[in-house]
């Protein structure tokens, strides 16, 4: 039997978005017993006849419906496209349908991230929004508590619904304590959950 682990799932344009994903993993493994798996989602194209290399250039490699189907629990990062998640995330997820049917999903703990060029700038509700999904596949959404320090403490990113980082109207903006710290944090949390949930799996 594979060991457990963490799909950390995530579509990034600009490298903030991955930048998340690489903290929140080592978050994950933090915690015995369970490691993490990064991968990430093609591009969508306009043109219908482009097609994606089946192995990206860089990052994390493409998630499959395996990937999804057998990680013992899952963080789901995008960045905002108008307060929503990217449509190459939104795109992976509509076709999970099978996932659904079989109920692969169900008490699974997940979390989602995100990034945005501004504070106010769909943070949360890009969250939410990756949030829908997971609750129809019948996962456990986990946010991250105020027990946290650093979540009273941001003047960045970092919310109740989820790791989120500020990147500036230039994408250029490193990632601040306070955002990375909410990452580890995270991570382990997830992890956590995900093996004290797995007997509700089996």
Not at 142 to 162: K, Q, R
């Amino acid at each position: 039997m594979a060991s457990p682990y963490i799909l950390v799932l995530y579509y990034s344009r600009h490298g903030a978005t991955q930048q998340l994903a690489q903290l929140i993993a080592r978050g994950v493994e933090q915690v015995s017993g369970i490691e993490a798996q990064l991968r990430t989602v093609p591009a969508v194209s306009t043109v219908c006849e482009a097609t994606a290399d089946s192995i990206p250039d860089q990052g994390a490699i493409y998630c499959t419906e395996d990937d999804l189907r057998y990680c013992t629990g899952l963080a789901i990062g995008s960045p905002t496209r108008f307060g929503n998640m990217a449509a190459p995330l939104k795109y992976f997820l509509d076709g999970t349908s099978a996932l659904w049917l079989s109920g692969a999903l169900i008490n699974k703990p997940a979390t989602a991230f995100t990034s945005t060029a501004s504070l106010h700038g769909g943070q949360e509700t890009t969250l939410l929004s990756m949030l829908l999904p997971l609750l129809h596949h019948g996962m456990v959404y986990c946010g991250i508590p105020y027990s946290e320090p650093a979540l009273l403490a941001t003047t960045t990113g970092g919310t109740p619904y989820g790791v989120s980082h500020t990147a500036g109207p230039d994408n250029d903006w490193e990632i601040s304590d306070s955002e990375s710290q909410l990452c580890l944090a995270t991570g382990k949390r997830v992890a956590e959950l995900a093996l004290q949930l797995s007997p509700l799996q089996k």
